[in-house]
């Protein structure tokens, strides 16, 4: 393995305290700075985890000449403004789902990669899960034959999270669902239909001018013979949380299960009926990783105690996804490799969100993806 280090800091110490102990222990990573704007729980994580370069400002963090590269954990509604910055900065840039909140940012990313030459990761969880890893190794061993169909679905019930999560249009976040039916293939979506249902409540309506329960998309790949259907929810739906992936192949099938935790279902070709399905628990994958980190495929900051998250605890721990997003980020700029999904992956997989809700605006008209978020 290389002695390169990549200096990085981690902006947002809410949901992104998960990650501060993976970057200190990967061997190809030193983490050199944290940032939150509020300095009490800065300090208290700082202290905690014995890092001594702090930054209430983003703006100051990234003039920093110490820092290669930025991990933004910060709302959703900065993600695509604070990308846009610290590429201009010459910063490197990991950020959490989604990529940004409109179609013109997600644009602004791709030019500045290409023009800068830096890389540009989506931490997009599901698609380093354990069960995802699971049906991609049964994919490119060609397990499951010719694969015909994808279906995914993101629900979760967010009423009482706080500021702009009241009412938010269902499939302005829907890279949990739209992420690993592109990504078990490797495809990208060209055009989308979607359609919204049901309807919530009046004072939930107001906040974006969006009234449905639910939003259910088709995705149609291109140059593929491929669609995937994906749909999600957030408000007034009776369900308990569930990041469901489901790939129909022509020799094996493997089914989410309607319970978390329970096992994965794989349906077997040509057998007797009754034998078909069959119950599996999916492998952890931390043998993909370097041994320093692998323990946080299982274990990390918000297992126990105070320090829950509800992004984790709703999730069941992102499928020990963490280090797997982290080793994909540093490894890639180590190497001077392309992680997945980068700027232009990361774009399709999140304008295919942002277009579906304009088609159900429009009645399940037919949108495009833009020409930017093609790579092939």
């Not at 994580?45 to 910060?74: C, G, M, P, Q, W």
């Not at 201009?88 to 409109?102: D, E, L, S």
């Not at 009926?273 to 320093?292: R, T």
Request: some cysteine; proline content about 6%.
């Amino acid at each position: 393995m290389s002695e390169k280090k990549i200096r990085v800091a981690i902006v947002g110490l809410g949901f992104g305290a998960e990650f501060i102990p993976i970057y200190k222990k990967h061997p190809n990573a030193e983490l050199v700075a944290v940032c939150q704007r509020n300095e009490e729980k800065l300090n208290e994580i700082a202290d905690a985890f014995d890092i001594a370069k702090r930054y209430t400002s983003y703006e100051e963090l990234l003039k920093d000449d110490e820092i290669d590269a930025v991990h933004i954990n910060t709302p959703i509604p900065n993600h695509g403004e604070q990308s846009i910055q610290a590429l201009k900065a010459g910063k490197h840039v990991a950020c959490t789902v989604p990529m940004a909140t409109t179609v013109d940012e997600c644009r602004q990313i791709v030019a500045l990669t290409e023009k800068t030459g830096l890389t540009y990761m989506m931490m997009e969880t599901v698609v380093y899960a354990r069960e995802f890893l699971y049906m991609k190794e049964l994919y490119d061993n060609g397990e499951l034959g010719k694969v015909q169909f994808l279906k995914a679905s993101h629900q979760q019930d967010m009423d009482g999270w706080p500021n702009y999560w009241p009412g938010l249009p269902p499939m302005h976040y829907a890279t949990h669902c739209v992420g690993p039916v592109l990504g078990l293939t490797r495809d990208e979506a060209e055009y989308v239909s979607c359609f919204g249902s049901g309807t919530i409540r009046e004072e939930l309506i107001k906040e974006y001018n969006s009234p449905y329960a639910v939003e259910t998309t088709h995705i149609k790949f291109r140059n593929s013979d491929l669609s995937a259907q994906v749909y999600r929810s957030l408000f007034d739906v009776a369900r308990q949380y569930r990041e469901s992936f489901e790939v129909y192949g022509s020799k094996k099938s493997v089914e989410w299960p309607l319970i978390e935790g329970k096992p994965l279902v794989v349906h077997t070709a040509k057998k007797p009926e009754p034998e078909i399905p069959e119950e599996v628990e999916s492998p952890d994958f931390a043998k993909l990783l370097p041994k320093e980190i692998q323990s946080f495929t299982t274990h990390g900051v918000y297992d126990e105690g105070d320090n829950q998250h509800l992004s984790f605890t709703q999730g069941a721990g992102h499928g020990g996804s963490h280090p797997h997003l982290v080793h994909a980020f540093v490894d890639g700029l180590v190497k001077g490799t392309s992680p997945y999904p980068n700027a232009k992956q990361s774009a399709n997989i999140t304008c295919v969100g942002i277009l579906s809700h304009e088609s159900a605006e429009k009645g399940g008209e037919i949108i495009k993806l833009p020409e930017f978020t093609f790579s092939k």
